[in-house]
T-cell receptor
Framework: GQQVMQIPQYQHVQEGEDFTTYCNSSTTLSNIQWYKQRPGGHPVFLIQLVKSGEVKKQKRLTFQFGEAKKNSSLHITATQTTDVGTYFC?????????FGGGTRVLVKP | DTEVTQTPKHLVMGMTNKKSLKCEQHMGHRAMYWYKQKAKKPPELMFVYSYEKLSINESVPSRFSPECPNSSLLNLHLHALQPEDSALYLCASSQVWPTLAKNIQYFGAGTRLSVL
């Protein structure tokens, strides 16, 4: 069945540095969503991508959907302590949302 | 108002107890969901209700019994749980597929359940 893999599982980042987390699928996706879950919190929707090659930006966050719609990336510039948390990619088929394993981000001040 | 409210926030129960988790939303969403999340793992879908009817059951054991009394409320009845059922239980809501919003889900803060 459909598998969505996220790498890396853990990301230790120095405050002020950039990093990227990747989401890779074994098959073509109709859409990809990204959620952020703070420690002790709940998933919060960040963005949805549906078009091949689509790029969207939210302040220091840049989201990209691959040309083949099999992969997606989240790039964060100038990391801040508020970026701490787990970032999940997810894809929707009808009303069913399936999450990738997540990238847990730790920020070193 | 984009809030999904879950009660209780924490619950400790014995294996012979019966308890219920509650979820409420007032965003006019007609799809509601229950997820189970273990520590350091992604949320796992349990049930989906669409227009107050159960549309997806991800082979969840019968000791978990969902109920959708109306379009704003979702319950999860728990009976004879096992210690391995201890987890964070998340409720979510969304518009029903297909819509322009395409299944953007709004999550509640969750109920942290411990089964002793």
């Amino acid at each position: 069945g459909q598998q969505v893999m996220q790498i890396p599982q853990y990301q230790h980042v120095q405050e002020g540095e950039d990093f990227t987390t990747y989401c890779n699928s074994s098959t073509t996706l109709s859409n990809i969503q990204w959620y952020k879950q703070r420690p002790g919190g709940h998933p919060v929707f960040l963005i949805q991508l549906v078009k091949s090659g689509e790029v969207k930006k939210q302040k220091r966050l840049t989201f990209q959907f691959g040309e083949a719609k099999k992969n997606s990336s989240l790039h964060i510039t100038a990391t801040q302590t508020t970026d701490v948390g787990t970032y999940f990619c997810a894809w929707a088929a009808g009303n069913k949302l399936t999450f990738g394993g997540g990238t847990r981000v730790l920020v070193k001040p | 108002d984009t809030e999904v409210t879950q009660t209780p926030k924490h619950l400790v129960m014995g294996m012979t107890n019966k308890k219920s988790l509650k979820c409420e939303q007032h965003m006019g969403h007609r799809a509601m969901y229950w997820y189970k999340q273990k520590a350091k793992k992604p949320p796992e879908l349990m049930f989906v209700y669409s227009y107050e009817k159960l549309s997806i059951n991800e082979s969840v054991p019968s000791r978990f019994s969902p109920e959708c009394p109306n379009s704003s409320l979702l319950n999860l009845h728990l009976h004879a749980l096992q210690p391995e059922d201890s987890a964070l239980y998340l409720c979510a809501s969304s518009q029903v597929w297909p819509t322009l919003a395409k299944n953007i889900q709004y999550f509640g803060a969750g109920t942290r359940l411990s089964v002793l």
